[in-house]
């Protein structure tokens, strides 16, 4: 009877305030012709100060935790209003149960928005977002997060923790498997692909999520590669490495970001006005919501920033941190913060406003159900063509490092292989770290890709040999008799798919256990021996890059992964990757990237006192933008349409390439620039462009590169983003180390 007369008082002040919906099933959207934000405005003149805190809570459901805190209450907590979005909480049944607590058995009934890291692919698994980005093809990555987004849809998501846009130039930073890598220009691209695939044309047919870039921002420079460890750079680097993949995520018009763990310069990012406010609020004008990284807000206490979790709370919310990701901090104390006038209600409004907005533009209070579809859940989730997509994805992702005297591709012809190694026939470790929905057993696997490409045709002997980790030889022999019996050995090593990810940082990044060991012993039997490395890092491994005359980096392929490394080793796809991230020799050289500043002292092998190791080479293993194909390019007539140019003119920069091997094949060519003298010192090359170029066997193409003053900007020593005149030196070719290059100079 209560709630009757609740009910029945809220239509009336709904109705004399000119509002709409407050209930989906007792009053449907009244004035559908009011903009969103007439209807936010409307709403939140109707709530309580605690129902908007519940617009700020997010909470996760039992289903899935990925932190320290799991709250029991949480069906509760919607009952009360004072839960606004959860996350890990998925299937178009299960979210329609709880969206049903929300919208009729609260006061206001403003429906959930439900979140869940659907980082690459929810149930049909892509490969790593470190292995697609090694495909370069911002059209095939687009559609990677396309399809991840379908999936989710149906299954009653809004919402992804995704894309990660972090630069990563540490190898040992478990995370850099969860990005697009070292370069800030590709990751800008990349960020961008994955911002569209995510959120598609928008919300009207249901196919589409919210995107969110995290983790903002330079995540990725933790010290020493240390999950959560401190960050502590220059403005200019935060501004010109980390920064950029976030500006062009909100440029391409991402809707929500997450605030990183770590601190930047002695200010934890959870409460950094000048990051939060000043930089992505004013200067970006980011119309949508922050969230936070999980208990982020609470772990500003052991950062030593706030005195407890009331003044956390108050530092957070005052700095822009819109919504609470599970720490329940504003839960607990943002009411009383209000009362005792340390926040602004008009803070509070507008972050409800942000949050509120996001669920009016998912048509939510139309159809809070619209999501949750059982029907499109079973017809879309795993579809064919998802699967395509995904062994598409896969292939355009492997990194061919090594292929000494053309052993790959294999023929399909012959009698017997081995196929050895802890990887071969690991259906969890092909998904990866943070795969969502996605089912192990769903994986084919490096040997059942072979077994159903060969059909029956060669004699397959598997043998396991070791295990990833650990110190146990005793599958050693029979590895090696199966090895004996072959005409060609392939070696599946790598990392455990838990190796990489979040707390996941490693020391020593070579093949964990005795799986080097295993390598060396195949190798001594003198057959070809084909090494297929899966990883989420760069390894190092200085041995095995001698060594072994084939080498395939496949990442963590995803769902489809043993089909498409078999399309490569059998030639029914020639590999295009290109690596996204340096390969070091050794961790010693660690951080290790293309683009580093010169030195003083840049070094020369015959002058001890340049900058240099004693017991290493400067060089990485593999350069970034390194990658082989079946066939071979040949990069020439570097041409520019002008030596000088001013700001308001384009250079144009053409280059033939040839395909001077045996297989039509695809090439990524790199345009990589150096501005040679800078008020402050420049990196010694940095790309600003690169192209996709398919070449049949003998065929050549001539493609342009377009160059602009804007183009070559930095932050100068007082922070102005400019472009200064002086030479510029060009290089174009097949990885960052490419060689044919020219000057152009720009006059003013
Ligand atoms: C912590 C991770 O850092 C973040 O990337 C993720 O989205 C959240 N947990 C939620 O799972």
């Given at each position: 009877?209560?709630?009757?007369?609740?009910?029945?008082?809220?239509?009336?002040?709904?109705?004399?305030?000119?509002?709409?919906v407050l209930?989906?099933g007792?009053?449907?959207?009244?004035?559908?012709?009011?903009t969103?934000?007439?209807?936010?405005d409307?709403?939140?003149a109707l709530?309580t100060?605690?129902e908007?805190?519940?617009?700020?809570?997010?909470f996760?459901?039992?289903?899935?935790m990925?932190?320290?805190?799991?709250?029991?209450?949480?069906?509760?907590d919607?009952?009360?209003?004072r839960v606004?979005?959860?996350?890990?909480?998925?299937?178009a049944?299960?979210?329609?149960?709880l969206q049903?607590?929300?919208?009729?058995?609260?006061?206001?009934?403003?429906?959930?928005?439900f979140?869940?890291?659907?980082i690459?692919g929810?149930?049909?698994?892509?490969?790593?977002?470190?292995g697609?980005?090694?495909?370069?093809?911002?059209?095939?990555?687009?559609?990677?997060?396309?399809?991840?987004?379908?999936e989710?849809?149906?299954?009653?998501?809004?919402?992804?923790?995704?894309?990660m846009v972090?630069i990563?130039r540490?190898?040992r930073?478990?995370?850099i498997?969860?990005?697009?890598?070292e370069?800030t220009?590709?990751?800008?691209?990349?960020?961008?692909?994955?911002v569209?695939?995510?959120?598609?044309t928008?919300f009207?047919?249901?196919d589409?999520?919210?995107a969110c870039?995290?983790h903002?921002?330079?995540y990725?420079?933790?010290?020493?590669g240390?999950?959560y460890?401190?960050v502590?750079?220059?403005?200019?680097?935060?501004?010109?490495?980390y920064?950029p993949?976030f500006?062009?995520?909100?440029?391409?018009?991402?809707?929500t970001f997450?605030?990183?763990f770590?601190?930047w310069?002695?200010i934890?990012?959870?409460a950094?006005?000048?990051?939060?406010?000043?930089i992505?609020?004013?200067?970006?004008?980011?119309?949508?919501?922050?969230v936070?990284d999980?208990?982020?807000?609470?772990?500003m206490?052991?950062?030593?920033?706030?005195?407890?979790?009331?003044h956390?709370?108050?530092?957070?919310?005052?700095?822009?941190v819109d919504?609470?990701?599970?720490?329940?901090v504003?839960?607990?104390?943002?009411?009383?913060?209000?009362?005792e006038?340390?926040?602004?209600?008009?803070?509070?409004?507008d972050?409800?406003?942000?949050?509120?907005?996001?669920?009016?533009?998912?048509?939510?209070?139309?159809?809070?159900?619209?999501?949750s579809?059982?029907e499109r859940e079973?017809?879309?989730?795993?579809?064919?063509e998802?699967l395509?997509?995904?062994r598409?994805m896969a292939?355009?992702s492997?990194v061919?490092?090594?292929?000494?005297?053309?052993?790959?591709?294999l023929?399909?012809t012959?009698?017997?292989?081995?196929v050895i190694g802890?990887?071969?026939?690991s259906?969890?470790?092909?998904?990866?770290?943070?795969?969502?929905?996605?089912?192990?057993?769903?994986?084919v696997t490096?040997?059942?890709?072979?077994?159903?490409?060969?059909?029956?045709?060669t004699?397959?002997?598997?043998?396991?040999g070791?295990?990833?980790?650990?110190?146990?030889?005793?599958?050693?022999?029979?590895?090696?008799?199966?090895a004996?019996?072959?005409?060609?050995?392939?070696?599946?090593?790598?990392e455990?798919g838990?190796m990489?990810?979040?707390?996941?940082?490693?020391?020593?990044i070579s093949l964990?256990?005795?799986?080097?060991?295993?390598?060396k012993?195949?190798?001594?039997t003198?057959?070809?021996?084909?090494?297929?490395?899966?990883?989420?890092?760069?390894?190092?491994?200085p041995?095995?890059?001698?060594?072994a005359?084939a080498i395939l980096?496949?990442w963590f392929?995803?769902?489809q992964?043993g089909?498409?490394?078999?399309?490569?080793?059998f030639?029914?796809?020639?590999?295009s990757?290109?690596?996204?991230v340096t390969?070091?020799?050794?961790?010693?050289?660690?951080p290790?990237?293309y683009?580093?500043k010169?030195?003083?002292?840049?070094?020369?092998?015959?002058?001890?006192?340049?900058?240099k190791?004693?017991d290493?080479?400067?060089t990485?293993q593999?350069?970034f933008?390194?990658?082989?194909?079946y066939?071979?390019?040949?990069y020439s007539?570097l041409?520019?349409?002008k030596?000088?140019?001013?700001?308001?003119?384009?250079?144009?920069i053409s280059?033939?390439v040839?395909?001077?091997?045996?297989?039509?094949?695809?090439?990524?060519?790199?345009?990589?620039?150096?501005?040679?003298?800078g008020?402050?010192?420049?990196p010694?090359?940095e790309?600003?462009?690169?192209?996709?170029?398919?070449?049949?066997?003998?065929?050549?193409k001539?493609?342009?590169?377009?160059?602009?003053?804007?183009d070559?900007?930095?932050?100068?020593?007082?922070?102005?983003?400019?472009?200064?005149?002086?030479?510029?030196?060009?290089?174009?070719?097949?990885?960052?180390?490419?060689?044919?290059g020219t000057?152009i100079?720009?006059?003013?």
């Open positions: 009877m209560k709630k009757i007369i609740h009910i029945t008082a809220l239509l009336v002040v709904a109705y004399l305030m000119n509002s709409f209930r989906s007792i009053m449907k959207n009244a004035l559908p012709d009011k969103v934000e007439q209807r936010v409307s709403l939140l709530m100060l605690e908007k805190i519940g617009q700020m809570t997010l996760t459901s039992d289903w899935e990925t932190g320290p805190t799991l709250r029991a209450t949480y069906k509760e919607i009952r009360k209003g606004g979005a959860i996350f890990n909480a998925h299937t049944a299960y979210t329609k149960e049903r607590l929300a919208v009729e058995e609260t006061r206001l009934g403003i429906p959930l928005l979140g869940y890291d659907v690459h929810y149930k049909t698994i892509f490969p790593i977002p470190l697609e980005s090694a495909s370069w093809d911002l059209t095939a990555i687009e559609q990677g997060a396309r399809v991840a987004a379908i989710a849809a149906a299954s009653g998501l809004h919402w992804t923790f995704a894309p972090d990563a540490d190898p930073w478990g995370r498997s969860e990005g697009a890598g370069d220009y590709l990751g800008s691209a990349i960020a961008v692909a994955r569209k695939g995510f959120q598609g928008g009207d047919n249901t589409a999520v919210l870039a995290k903002y921002a330079a990725g420079a933790a010290q020493a240390r999950d460890h401190t502590d750079i220059s403005e200019q680097v935060m501004r010109e490495v920064l993949p500006k062009a995520a909100a440029d391409a018009g991402v809707w997450m605030n990183a770590n601190e310069n002695g934890p990012a959870t950094h006005d000048y990051l939060l406010k000043d992505l609020k004013w200067e970006w004008a980011f119309p949508g919501f922050v936070t999980y208990t982020s807000i609470n772990e206490v052991p950062h030593g920033y706030a005195s407890d979790y009331k956390a709370g108050e530092l957070s919310v005052n700095a822009g919504m609470d990701m599970q720490g329940a504003y839960y607990n104390h943002l009411a009383d913060l209000v009362r006038g340390k926040v602004k209600e008009s803070r509070i409004d972050a409800v406003r942000r949050i509120l907005r996001m669920k009016f533009m998912l048509g939510l209070f139309e159809d809070p159900y619209r999501f579809n059982a079973k017809r879309l989730i795993m579809a064919p998802h395509a997509a995904a598409d292939r355009k492997l061919l490092l090594r292929n000494e005297k053309q052993l790959l591709p023929p399909k012959m009698k017997t292989l081995a802890p990887l071969a026939d259906k969890v470790d092909m998904l990866g770290n943070w795969s969502a929905a996605g089912d192990a057993k769903d994986c490096l040997l059942e890709g072979i077994r159903t490409k060969l059909q029956g045709s004699q397959i002997i598997y043998e396991k070791c295990n990833v980790d650990g110190t146990d030889r005793t599958g050693f022999a029979k590895a090696l008799a199966a004996k019996k072959a005409q060609v050995i392939l070696v599946a090593v790598g455990a838990w990489s990810g979040e707390a996941a940082s490693r020391t020593d964990p256990g005795v799986q080097e060991d295993l390598v012993a195949l190798i001594a003198g057959k070809p021996v084909v090494v297929v490395l899966m990883n989420g890092r760069p390894l190092t491994i041995w095995i890059a001698d060594n005359p980096e496949t392929a995803g769902t992964g089909h498409a490394i078999s399309d490569v080793l030639g029914d796809y020639n590999p990757g290109k690596l996204p390969f070091p020799r050794n961790v010693g050289q660690i290790l990237f683009n580093p010169n030195t003083g002292r840049p070094m020369n092998p015959n002058d001890k006192y340049t900058s190791y004693l290493a080479p400067n990485p593999w350069p933008g390194f990658g082989l194909s066939t071979t390019f040949e007539d041409k520019t349409d030596k000088e140019f001013d700001r308001n003119e384009t250079v144009t280059v033939k040839a395909n001077t091997g045996q297989y039509d094949g695809e090439e990524t060519a790199q345009l990589y620039v150096r501005d040679l003298v008020s402050v010192t420049r010694v090359r790309l600003k462009g690169f192209q996709k170029v398919f070449l049949k066997k003998g065929e050549s001539v493609i342009q590169f377009k160059l602009r003053a804007d070559l900007r930095f932050y100068n020593a007082d922070l102005q983003f400019r472009a200064e005149p002086g030479d510029f030196d060009l290089w174009v070719g097949s990885h960052s180390d490419a060689t044919l000057r100079v720009l006059t003013r």
